[in-house]
């Protein structure tokens, strides 16, 4: 066996080793005489070898086998030893262990010692791997030592404190009266350590909290201490006195302020000092005023401070440090809603700052820009953020088509300029726009008669420009089915008209058959140029048997939906275009009514539809008007006889276009719905939580004997958007439950839009049923969570449920 080697030349050793082969050879021989030379109870050169093992664990390799060596190390007498032992258990030990317990004996003997350094090493291994059991045997030793006379023990012992009451949180209480006393400290080190103790007190305790108000005088007169405090070699960092223990006292008055006007009182004159006295021009002095600023709005501050705070973060902005812009606009976008006017005084730097080249600023750039846009400045904030969107990352595409749709909805001047910017936004970043775009837009139109014109000849324009962009086709194709003869007359005075020399039913048969050989076409895009085509022939009828040839391809479609919808078409084309009948069913949707803000591509996602009239747009979906009994017996005698009831195909994804889920029970209801018409109005959701602005309703749904669905949706009424929602639910456990998708994580602020969640349950033992709901969600920052029991589901009968 090789003799061990010096330190010094065991580390050249490793260094040199040219393979990983080679350096685990010198580790091996070294750890083997190491071993060797701990089973020798004469050993001489006990701390030389275990810091020789400390160096081989920190490279990695194994070296537990050292670790009842730093035991009979810690108790020896000599201090070389010592400081190497407890150097070893704080590498090689934890509280998972079990010899870390035989070590708190040593300990405890060892903050009696004399040797002020003896005590420093004992508190300091305690403080960096002391287990539960460890901290309450030695507590009681290191309250008294934070009373101890010496400065050096009692800035330790006041960390070691913070990790006891981290450990054990009863024993917090012990700790208050010594901390509270070490405020008189002159020590920056022991001021800085009670600072930190006091903090983790009030974090876990409320009654300490309280205790601990009395003295935000004491702190105030230490931090003013520091500000106008002169140049001290010892403390100071870049011009600024000791910038760590303010920043540490600031946090702690950012505590002590929360929702107490008393003590917010008391510290507004001293932000102010510090707001206005500290040098911007460093790093070190941005880091003070950044916790002035945090601790300012967590407060119940003054206006006048609440503004000069956001003045502060506005000239964060215009650093060219990029982390400093970042956590501006964090603390910008948390407070945009309590003070939207001081924030919208810097809302050219923040517009500038979507120029960024950092990926992460101009994601906050963009959150920050869509939460100033206002009824005031909707035009010149919509007109950045358009050009913003033509050269984002594609990363950011949808986050910022999305911010510009709830904008333009809420703020829209006029309904012209509403539809212009959805259209550049579509033209622009069709594909990366939800799926609730679609039918939004087309509500929009239809509500906006006199822009039909107007309308239908910029959407013409873009068909012919681009039909990479599928919203955009779609909303086009729809457009040109419902108000195609305007193109012919050529009576739009706002755009230029367009010259359209041949007819629009060949236009749309054209559209179609380009579709239908683009790769980029989806079934959706090609069902709203079907509907179309088949819109524009009963007024212009001169391609019958071209309407016919188009319909019979799609009758063989490989996606079910347009393979019944083309058979359906092909039962109404006859041979002249002039019946009443089929003119009725083909005529022009009147004006839709939106009655839920959470539907998405017109399917409802459980909002009540009120009025009957209201009517949902799925790629081209058509509107049946009411006729009278005889004309609906006529209608069906299209299709073979008005005798049989008409039943949907089971096949998936093969409704009818429209094809409501409750359809009607009679042959009439229910041709009907096959074309886009009637549904049976649901019960009235019923309110079940309402907290905070958060409202959740409840609407229920008998799907058979044991069935039942039930429809979450949640909305906000507040100021500030809701992110990161989640609605979880639990039953009895003969219960079933199945929750689908939800329709979003996201609530707007001012009830813009909802989120929707549909659970499925089923009942066979028909228990009386019951559902606890838990809603989570993030708010200004801030996560939150409540939980309700939900013990009636209305409007069900008592037959299972």
């Not at 010592?82 to 317990?101: H, W």
């Not at 405890?108 to 508190?123: E, G, I, R, T, W």
Request: charged share 20%; proline share 4%.
């Amino acid at each position: 066996m090789s003799p061990s080697v010096p330190l010094q030349e065991m580390i050249r050793a490793i260094r040199s080793a040219r393979t990983q082969c080679e350096e685990r050879g010198v580790i091996q021989r070294e750890c083997a005489a190491i071993r060797a030379q701990f089973r020798q109870s004469d050993n001489g050169g006990r701390s030389h070898n275990l810091a020789k093992l400390l160096y081989v664990h920190m490279l990695g390799y194994p070296a537990h086998f050292g670790q009842m060596e730093c035991v009979r190390m810690i108790a020896s007498p000599r201090y070389s030893e010592k400081r190497v032992g407890y150097l070893g258990a704080m590498m090689l030990l934890d509280e998972k262990q079990d010899a870390s317990l035989l070590i708190t004996n040593s300990i405890k003997n060892d903050l009696s010692h004399s040797n002020q350094y003896v005590q420093s090493l004992a508190l300091c291994t305690l403080a960096c791997m002391g287990s539960a059991e460890m901290c309450r045997d030695l507590a009681p030793e290191i309250d008294r030592l934070l009373r101890a006379s010496n400065s050096y023990i009692k800035k330790k012992a006041a960390l070691c404190a913070v990790h006891i009451v981290r450990k054990v949180h009863d024993l917090g209480e012990m700790f208050a009266p010594a901390a509270r006393s070490l405020l008189s400290e002159k020590n920056h080190g022991v001021l800085h350590g009670a600072v930190v103790l006091i903090t983790e007190l009030c974090e876990r305790n409320l009654e300490t909290l309280e205790k601990f108000r009395k003295a935000v005088p004491d702190l105030v007169q230490i931090m003013k201490g520091l500000v106008i405090s002169g140049y001290s070699p010892e403390h100071d960092v870049a011009g600024i006195s000791d910038p760590f223990l303010q920043v540490r006292i600031l946090r702690l008055l950012r505590i002590l302020g929360h929702n107490n006007e008393a003590a917010s009182d008391a510290m507004n004159d001293l932000l102010a000092q510090v707001a206005t006295n500290t040098d911007s021009t460093k790093t070190v002095g941005n880091a003070v005023l950044y916790e002035t600023v945090l601790t300012v709005l967590d407060i119940k501050s003054e206006s006048g401070l609440r503004v000069l705070a956001v003045n502060i973060l506005g000239r964060f902005l215009l650093n060219n440090d990029r982390n400093i812009r970042y956590i501006a606009m964090i603390s910008l976008q948390k407070i945009v809603g309590t003070d939207h006017n001081a924030v919208q005084r810097h809302r050219g730097t923040i517009v500038d700052c979507l120029k960024d080249q950092d990926a992460s600023v101009k994601r906050r750039a963009l959150d920050l820009s869509l939460a100033l846009v206002s009824a005031s400045n909707i035009r010149s904030m919509m007109k950045e953020l358009l050009i913003f969107l033509s050269s984002c990352p594609l990363e950011l595409r949808s986050q910022a088509a999305s911010g510009i749709f709830i904008a333009a909805e809420r703020y829209a001047p006029s309904q012209r300029w509403h539809i212009d910017t959805i259209l550049h936004v579509l033209t622009t970043a069709g594909g990366d726009v939800r799926d609730e775009t679609v039918p939004n837009l087309i509500q929009l139109i239809t509500n906006a008669s006199e822009l039909h014109c107007y309308t239908v000849h910029k959407l013409y324009r873009a068909l012919l420009t681009d039909i990479s962009q599928q919203s955009l086709v779609q909303v086009a194709c729809w457009c040109i089915g419902e108000y195609g003869d305007l193109l012919l007359r050529g009576e739009c005075q706002e755009t230029e008209p367009v010259q359209v020399h041949e007819a629009p039913t060949q236009l749309c048969i054209d559209s179609v058959l380009s579709l239908d050989q683009s790769h980029m076409s989806s079934p959706a895009t090609r069902g709203f140029a079907l509907t179309a085509t088949m819109k524009l022939s009963t007024r212009i009828t001169d391609n019958v048997d071209r309407i016919r040839s188009i319909v019979s391809i799609y009758g063989s479609c490989i996606d079910v939906e347009l393979q019944q919808r083309a058979v359906e078409y092909n039962a109404l084309v006859p041979v002249s275009f002039k019946s009443f009948d089929i003119l009725s069913v083909l005529e022009r949707m009147p004006v839709i009514e939106k009655t839920a803000p959470g539907q998405t591509n017109g399917e409802s996602t459980g909002e009540p539809i009120k009025d009957i009239q209201s009517v949902k747009v799925k790629q081209g979906e058509l509107l049946l008007p009411q006729p009278p009994a005889n004309q609906v017996c006529d209608l069906l005698d299209l299709l073979g006889g008005s005798e049989e009831t008409l039943q949907p195909s089971p096949a998936a994804g093969g409704t009818a276009p429209g094809l409501p889920a409750n359809t009607a029970s009679t042959a009439g209801g229910d041709l009907l719905d096959l074309l886009g018409g009637l549904e049976p109005a649901p019960l009235t959701p019923v309110q079940v939580y309402e907290k905070d602005g958060v409202t959740l309703t409840m609407s229920c749904e008998k799907q058979s004997a044991t069935g039942l669905t039930v429809t979450l949706t949640a909305s906000n009424s507040t100021e500030s958007d809701i992110s990161s929602l989640t609605l979880q639910a639990a039953v009895p456990k003969s219960v079933q439950l199945h929750m689908k998708a939800p329709s979003g994580d996201s609530l707007p602020a001012r009830g813009a839009a909802k989120v929707t969640q549909m659970v499925v349950l089923n009942n066979p033992n028909k228990v009386n049923l019951k559902m606890r709901v838990r809603i989570s969600y993030s708010s200004q920052g801030s996560a939150f969570q409540d939980t309700i029991q939900i013990d009636a589901f209305p409007g069900l009968s008592a037959a299972g449920h």
